[in-house]
């Protein structure tokens, strides 16, 4: 009985990932625009949350008065942060392009990206996001984000808009 008990309880506890989640770097890679994306409404955190390594970070890049600042934040800090903003507003990220390198069990995969409010209308915003990658058991997880947003002055190089 305290063995079906304990069971049920790391069953709720547990990160809702889907299986095939984590199967390659491309589907973690596109958990992770799934989980950010979508109508005005609350996010499946517990799907986001169980697509990072223990202790991974998300890192964007911030520009203040001509001053490029990296920002560090938990896993938590990022569901907290962008979560107030993805119950307010929709929010659709999605990968226009992507470079990819590969060594054992590390990946690099360097994903542009555009932001929109609505579905097929012009971004508002598009960047780069660096992901590092590390393969746990036979899944891949995601260890940091770390991305910055295009700007005037500095436009996407075009090597970066194609490749997909």
């Not at 962008?82 to 990968?95: H, N, P, Q, R, T």
């Not at 990946?107 to 393969?135: D, M, W």
Request: no cysteine; aromatic share 10%.
């Amino acid at each position: 009985m305290r063995l079906s008990v304990l069971l049920a309880a790391v069953t709720v506890l547990a990160p809702a990932a889907r299986p095939a989640d984590g199967d390659s770097i491309d589907s973690l890679v596109k958990a992770v625009y799934d989980t950010i994306s979508g109508p005005a409404g609350p996010r499946d955190w517990d799907r986001f949350r169980a697509l990072f390594a223990e202790g991974a970070r998300l890192v964007p890049v911030r520009v203040t008065e001509g001053r490029a600042t990296p920002a560090a934040m938990t896993v938590e800090d990022y569901a907290k942060r962008a979560g107030g903003s993805f119950e307010k507003s929709a929010f659709y990220e999605s990968e226009v392009s992507r470079r990819v390198e590969t060594f054992g069990n590390i990946a690099h995969v360097f994903s542009t990206y555009e932001s929109r409010h609505v579905l097929g209308e012009k971004p508002f915003a598009r960047g780069i996001n660096s992901f590092q990658l590390a393969k746990s058991g036979t899944e891949w997880k995601v260890v940091t984000i770390l991305w910055d947003s295009e700007r005037e002055g500095m436009p996407i190089p075009e090597k970066y808009l194609s490749g997909k």
